[in-house]
T-cell receptor, first 113, second 113 residues
Framework: NAGVTQTPKFQVLKTGQSMTLQCAQD?????MYWYRQDPGMGLRLIYY???????DKGEVPNGYNVSRLNKREFSLRLESAAPSQTSVYFC????????????FGSGTQLSVL | EDQVTQSPEALRLQEGESSSLNCSYT??????LFWYRQDPGKGPEFLFT???AGEEKEKERLKATLTKKESFLHITAPKPEDSATYLC??????????????FGSGTQLTVLP
């Protein structure tokens, strides 16, 4: 029962470096999401994919790109990391239309120096 | 713009000392209100969905209630294992379709033995 798996769990980058956060779910969910969580702030949606082949911007998309590789996998890319992108990143998936129960991964803690 | 405010930010209780967490919200048309539990170093875990004022949901020592302006998460006779951050989120209707979730910043609950 893996659920939603994120890699890596921790990452330290220098300003300007790039990296990709990986996410995979084994629950056959159509919708997948990327959130960031910062101290004192609620989870904020970066990008989401309502179904395979589609992606849409969320509340804070600047500086990020996403790829819905297939139904299972949804990756988040930072092309040129900035200190403001230091955060904990969560991937989530959702069962289906009208059901807003999200299943979250365990997160990636990213520090940009 | 949808807004969610949770209070208090942090709460320390003695084991067995009942209390309530508050989630105040402002949305144009509520589709649903959600409670999640988040343990340190983990992703949020779904607890409840409430759809209309007057609705209540229960799970073990937790009971969630909903009014037109706020939701309460009542914790009865808490145990140390109830220690976690509790997140509230709302989803609103817009032009006949559902918006993405808006999360509050959470209440960090500590239950002392």
């Amino acid at each position: 029962n893996a659920g939603v798996t994120q890699t890596p769990k921790f990452q330290v980058l220098k300003t300007g470096q790039s990296m990709t956060l990986q996410c995979a779910q084994d629950m056959n969910h159509n919708s997948m999401y990327w959130y960031r969580q910062d101290p004192g702030m609620g989870l904020r949606l970066i990008y989401y994919s309502a179904s395979e082949g589609t992606t849409d911007k969320g509340e804070v998309p600047n500086g990020y790109n996403v790829s819905r590789l297939n139904k299972r996998e949804f990756s988040l890319r930072l092309e040129s990391a900035a200190p403001s992108q230091t955060s904990v990143y969560f991937c989530a998936s959702r069962e289906g239309q009208g059901i807003e129960k999200l299943f979250f991964g365990s997160g990636t803690q990213l520090s940009v120096l | 713009e949808d807004q969610v405010t949770q209070s208090p930010e942090a709460l320390r209780l003695q084991e067995g000392e009942s209390s309530s967490l508050n989630c105040s919200y402002t949305v144009s048309g509520l589709r649903g209100l959600f409670w999640y539990r988040q343990d340190p170093g983990k992703g949020p875990e779904f607890l409840f969905t409430l759809y209309s004022a007057g609705e209540e949901k229960e799970k073990e020592r937790l009971k969630a209630t909903l009014t037109k302006k706020e939701s309460f998460l009542h914790i009865t006779a808490p145990k140390p294992e109830d220690s976690a951050t509790y997140l509230c989120a709302v989803q609103a209707w817009t032009s006949g379709s559902a918006r993405q979730l808006t999360f509050g910043s959470g209440t960090q609950l500590t239950v002392l033995p």
